[in-house]
């Protein structure tokens, strides 16, 4: 044992993170999914995976990064908050990225 009181094991024993770093942002456009898909439907969009990845990036681009660190029991009260916050933003942003995708699409 060394003067801490930490043995040279625990010190050696790589450490467990309690918590998690996380873009609410990416995490709200993953629950808005079928929102987005539906604008595309509408608006005429190409719906492969390379213009769905496009609308998602364009989406992401626009909307301002939002990094929390969480642990698994904090995940959801923090999704609601930010969902409500920044719902009309994101469908705002996805309608926009729909248009750009559709008059150049890069697949």
Same mark, same amino acid.
């Given at each position: 044992?060394?003067?801490?009181?930490?043995?040279?094991?625990?010190?050696?024993?790589?450490?467990?993170?309690?918590?998690?770093?996380?873009?609410?942002?990416?995490?709200?456009?993953?629950?808005?999914?079928?929102?987005?898909?539906?604008?595309?439907?509408?608006? $005429?969009?190409?719906?492969?995976?390379?213009?769905?990845?496009?609308?998602?990036?364009?989406?992401?681009?626009?909307?301002?990064?939002?990094?929390?660190?969480?642990?698994?029991?904090?995940?959801?009260?923090?999704? $609601?908050?930010?969902?409500?916050?920044?719902?009309?933003?994101?469908?705002?942003?996805?309608?926009?990225?729909?248009?750009?995708?559709?008059?150049?699409?890069?697949?």
């Amino acid at each position: 044992e060394t003067d801490s009181g930490v043995s040279e094991e625990e010190k050696k024993a790589p450490k467990t993170r309690a918590y998690n770093m996380m873009n609410v942002m990416e995490r709200l456009l993953v629950n808005m999914e079928s929102d987005m898909e539906e604008e595309m439907r509408q608006n $005429g969009v190409c719906m492969c995976d390379r213009c769905r990845a496009d609308v998602q990036a364009l989406v992401l681009t626009q909307m301002p990064a939002k990094y929390v660190i969480v642990d698994s029991s904090n995940i959801s009260p923090i999704i $609601g908050y930010y969902e409500n916050r920044y719902r009309i933003s994101m469908l705002t942003e996805i309608l926009k990225a729909c248009v750009t995708v559709k008059e150049k699409p890069r697949h």
